[in-house]
T-cell receptor, first 116, second 110 residues
Framework: AQSVTQLGSHVSVSEGALVLLRCNYS??????LFWYVQYPNQGLQLLLK??????LVKGINGFEAEFKKSETSFHLTKPSAHMRDAAEYFC??????????????FGDGTTLTVKP | NAGVTQTPKFQVLKTGQSMTLQCAQD?????MYWYRQDPGMGLRLIYY???????DKGEVPNGYNVSRLNKREFSLRLESAAPSQTSVYFC?????????FGPGTRLTVT
């Protein structure tokens, strides 16, 4: 069984400040991990993914995340927030087997607000 | 390359009415999914299909049925809509790993 916990349903930062969105996962097998972003009235789109290559993963729009197996974490960061980063962010976990139909388990989401 | 498309974008139903939400993908993906998204509850999986001809229940299947018409299309049917089914519905597809989402259908049941 897999699960994802996103710490903090709302995060507010000032423009130019560091963005840190936290995600902890539980998985009985080596996981794939993802971060998705959802802008208002849109579907989710992939920001970045971890699939067992480098533990530091770079994504679109300047975001990156680090896979830490010992901490079962996959936190999302961005050095300097922009107003356009305001959105909802979802962390997701999927196992690597071919029997789960590629299903992912999603966290409850974190709403990021960026103040001018 | 349109990705994942959904119709309709908006729908208002009266309690007891039926409707079908349509989803199609042009990425030749085997797996497809239907989710509902409600405030504060994240995404909940309704049904999924690992391949053409197979469907399985997800976390919240009650009140819904699905059809995997072919590799491209995966429809979601509400036979008798209830106010509790007011939600935003997303279809997604996956080839290997990440999922690709449609723009969503906003459904209101009065």
């Amino acid at each position: 069984a897999q699960s994802v916990t996103q710490l903090g349903s709302h995060v507010s930062v000032s423009e130019g400040a560091l963005v840190l969105l936290r995600c902890n996962y539980s998985s009985s097998v080596p996981p794939y991990l993802f971060w998705y972003v959802q802008y208002p009235n849109q579907g989710l789109q992939l920001l970045l993914k971890y699939t067992s290559a480098a533990t530091l993963v770079k994504g679109i729009n300047g975001f990156e995340a680090e896979f830490k197996k010992s901490e079962t974490s996959f936190h999302l960061t961005k050095p300097s927030a922009h107003m356009r980063d305001a959105a909802e962010y979802f962390c997701a976990v999927s196992d690597r087997g071919n029997t789960n139909a590629g299903k992912s388990t999603f966290g409850d989401g974190t709403t990021l607000t960026v103040k001018p | 390359n349109a990705g994942v498309t959904q119709t309709p974008k908006f729908q208002v139903l009266k309690t007891g009415q039926s409707m079908t939400l349509q989803c199609a993908q042009d990425m030749n993906h085997n797996s497809m999914y239907w989710y509902r998204q409600d405030p504060g509850m994240g995404l909940r999986l309704i049904y999924y299909s690992a391949s053409e001809g197979t469907t399985d229940k997800g976390e919240v299947p009650n009140g819904y049925n699905v059809s995997r018409l072919n590799k491209r299309e995966f429809s979601l049917r509400l036979e008798s809509a209830a106010p509790s089914q007011t939600s935003v519905y997303f279809c997604a597809s996956s080839g290997w790993g990440e999922q690709y989402f449609g723009p969503g259908t906003r459904l209101t049941v009065t």
